[in-house]
């Protein structure tokens, strides 16, 4: 696999992480049939898949349409990010990510008895939020031909994969990983996630004002 491929898509896992949902999808899907559980898997899957396509394609017009410099969204981009790594570390979570218990998930599905919930919450803001958002753009900005466009769309869709099967299997990981292990593999991906955000602030820096690099 291209290394750039391995890249985009560690940084979209690490941003993304479709772990931290499988106890809000357990909870949405509570009695639900497996039938019905897969189809809102795949409902969400493909509602996180459509986002980063859609953000890869038409990301850079936004932010023209806008009058945003690629540099100063990669500086903003690079600050929000590292806030989000940060706060996982200190096992706050995800700060632009709602909590889990601040989904009223009899409510949503009492209001709303189809798979609307697998879009929202469930794929936007919980598995891609503002924060995946921002660096789905960030990479999209750097694509200079149409093979490397195909790389970051080739690198979501698997991570489409990897979260539709990490959803598929949500009962056997959470009793494997448990409140700690899910703890510590937040904590490890905080670290990662702010290593990758001082690496997006500089490049925006850099862009924004070249004139403090030489």
């Not at 200190?90 to 632009?96: A, E, R, T």
């Amino acid at each position: 696999m291209n290394t750039e491929i391995i890249t985009i898509l560690l940084a979209f896992m690490v941003l993304m992480q479709p772990f931290s949902a499988l106890t809000l999808f357990l909870d949405f899907t509570k009695g639900y049939s497996n039938k019905n559980r897969r189809k809102f898997a795949w409902i969400c899957t493909l509602s996180v898949v459509i986002t980063i396509i859609f953000f890869t394609v038409l990301g850079n017009l936004l932010l023209k349409l806008l009058g945003i410099s690629l540099g100063a969204f990669q500086v903003a981009g690079g600050i929000l990010v590292f806030i989000i790594g940060l706060n996982m570390m200190n096992g706050d979570g995800n700060p632009v990510k709602p909590d889990q218990e601040e989904v009223d998930v009899e409510h949503v599905q009492e209001v709303v008895p189809s798979m609307v919930s697998a879009v929202m919450p469930m794929a936007f803001p919980m598995i891609i939020g503002p924060g995946g958002v921002s660096t789905v753009v960030i990479y999209a900005s750097r694509v200079n031909s149409n093979a490397e466009l195909i790389q970051i769309i080739l690198a979501g869709f698997l991570v489409g994969l990897i979260c539709f099967v990490s959803l598929m299997a949500a009962h056997p990981i959470s009793r494997f990983l448990g409140e700690e292990g899910l703890s510590i593999t937040n904590r490890i991906m905080g670290m990662l996630l702010a290593a990758v955000a001082v690496e997006i602030f500089f490049n925006g820096l850099r862009q924004f004002m070249p004139s403090l690099f030489g």
